[in-house]
Structure formats: structure tokens, C-alpha cells
């Protein structure tokens, strides 16, 4: 096995990583990645027009849906995806009672690497606490489901962590694993420590705004 061109800082897995173990985590309320709304960089990329509504959003592992609605409060068609039923129920749930605002989500129980034919061609991604979450040994799997849910030239926005870490989730990554991993199928836009961050995730996590590469 040849060595990759990074340091890998990711850890290993600390148990299951399936459906069922996720939806147990949901259903038992074990969810402290949850910070009850939209993260901060988000509404920042949007206030500096780094995406912009009209189009279609896909949102990758979208827990209880606050960046899912987030979107949808601001003009995008959005559907978002979560492995586990009892987080598409939660989303459904604050979706009802008017969390962030009565707009509407096509909120659908999926897995990323086998989404439906009908989950496809979307203009935007987007990615938070999705690719930290998954084994490490399938990154290079996201990055080509990620861009067969995207049309060409479409856009991914992702908040992903950097740190070191023995293990997971969630797993760590570094700025030079993602630039190596997504530059196969993506061109990279943009790429900082967000300003903005969650004061709990100041300076563990990246922005990062790529294009879809139509090869």
C-alpha cells in the first residue's frame, strides 16, 4: 500500500458506524455535535454571497435539519439526507413546531453512498459533521458520491474538522488530506478557518467552497 501525501490524523473507529447504531445515538438524545441551529460560517458564506439562492440544495447527513432549514429560509429547494430515521423524524419534528421558520424540506431517511436516482443534479451540497463521521477508509467514496449528487460545475460548501484525533467519531482530518481528496473530483474555490466559527470549534474546522469538475 503506497503512502499517501498527507499525514493521516483521523483515529480509528471506537465502535459501529451502521444505521442502527447512529439512530440508537438520536433516539437516546447522544447527539453533542447538535448545536441547536444554523452553524455560524454558513449564514456568513450567504451574507457574502459565496452561495446564493435560487437553486437546488442537498444537505449530507443533516440531523435534526437546522442548516437543512437554514436554506430553505433563504430561497434554496432543499432535500436532506440522514442515515438514521429517528434524526429525519427529529428534523420533521422542529420542522412542524416552526423552528427557524415553516418552510418546507423533503426530508428523506438515505444513505449517501446509494441515494435514490431522484436525489441527483443538485446545484449546492451541503456538508457539516457528515465526512468526520463516516470511516475514515471511505473519504475518497464521499468525494465521488458527493459529486454525483451535484450537477457539473455544481458547488459544495463543507464544514469539515481539523484536528488530530485517536479515534471516532468524530474523525479528524487535516487541510492537506482534504485538498488531496476532493482535488480528484473538484476545484478548490475556497478554503480557511472561518472567523465566524462556533466558539466550541474555533479553529478545529476549515470552510471550504469547491466546483465540480465535470471529468
Known amino acids: 500500500m503506497s503512502t499517501p501525501p498527507f499525514r493521516d490524523v483521523a483515529g480509528t473507529p471506537k465502535g459501529p458506524l451502521d444505521a442502527d447504531s447512529w439512530n440508537a445515538r438520536w433516539t437516546a438524545g447522544n447527539t453533542p455535535w447538535d448545536m441547536g441551529r444554523v452553524s455560524p460560517p454558513f449564514a456568513g458564506a450567504l451574507e457574502r454571497g459565496m452561495i446564493a ?8 447527513g443533516c440531523g435534526a435539519g437546522h442548516d437543512a432549514r437554514f436554506l430553505a429560509a ?3 429547494d432543499v432535500t436532506a439526507v440522514d442515515l ?3 434524526a429525519i423524524d427529529r428534523a420533521r419534528a422542529l420542522s ?11 426530508w428523506r431517511v438515505a444513505d449517501l453512498f446509494a441515494l435514490p436516482p431522484d436525489i441527483a443534479a443538485f446545484d449546492l451540497v451541503l456538508e457539516h459533521t457528515c465526512f468526520c463521521a463516516i470511516p475514515p477508509a471511505r473519504r475518497d467514496a464521499y468525494v465521488d458520491a458527493v459529486a454525483r449528487a451535484l450537477r457539473p460545475g ?10 488530530e484525533a485517536d479515534d471516532g467519531p468524530p474523525f479528524g482530518a487535516s487541510e492537506a488530506e482534504i485538498r488531496h481528496r476532493f482535488e480528484r473530483r473538484f476545484e478548490i474555490l475556497h478554503g480557511t478557518f472561518p472567523a465566524d466559527s462556533h466558539e466550541a470549534r474555533a479553529g478545529r474546522e476549515m470552510l471550504f467552497l469547491m466546483r465540480r469538475q465535470d471529468a
Do not use: E, K, N
Request: aromatic letters at 14%; proline letters at 9%; glycine letters at 20%.
Open 53 to 60: 439562492p435560487p437553486g437546488r440544495a442537498l444537505v449530507v
Open 74 to 76: 433563504h430561497g434554496f
Open 154 to 163: 455544481g458547488t459544495l460548501l463543507g464544514l469539515f474538522f481539523v484536528f
Open 84 to 86: 438514521a430515521p429517528s
Open 96 to 106: 412542524l413546531a416552526g423552528a427557524g421558520g415553516t418552510f418546507a424540506v423533503d
